[in-house]
């Protein structure tokens, strides 16, 4: 990310109100488009939900925690998070 002086860019007004907060700091503006989410582009996101209906059609057909814990090298306290959240 490339720093700008306000002073540049800003109408003079706008930049006297914003030394009225910080005088000399930085500061940072978030974009004005919404921010995507998370592993909306790595595919993350699709790839945990597909895993996670997996393990709930396991364990309704009869799989144990404990044998999808070891299977998907995951916490017994995170299979049943999945399975009954």
């Known amino acids: 990310m490339k720093y700008q002086n306000a002073a ?16 000399g700091g930085l500061l940072y503006v978030p974009r004005a488009s919404s921010k995507k989410d998370w592993g909306a582009d790595s ?4 790839f945990y939900r597909e895993r996670n209906q997996e393990i709930k059609v396991l364990y309704q057909g009869g799989a144990s925690i404990e044998t999808l814990a070891k299977r998907y090298r995951l916490a017994d306290s995170t299979i049943k998070k999945i399975i009954y959240g």
């Open 43 to 46: 595919g993350s996101r699709a």
């Open 8 to 23: 540049e860019i800003l109408p003079e007004r706008l930049l006297k109100e914003l030394q009225i907060y910080l005088d």
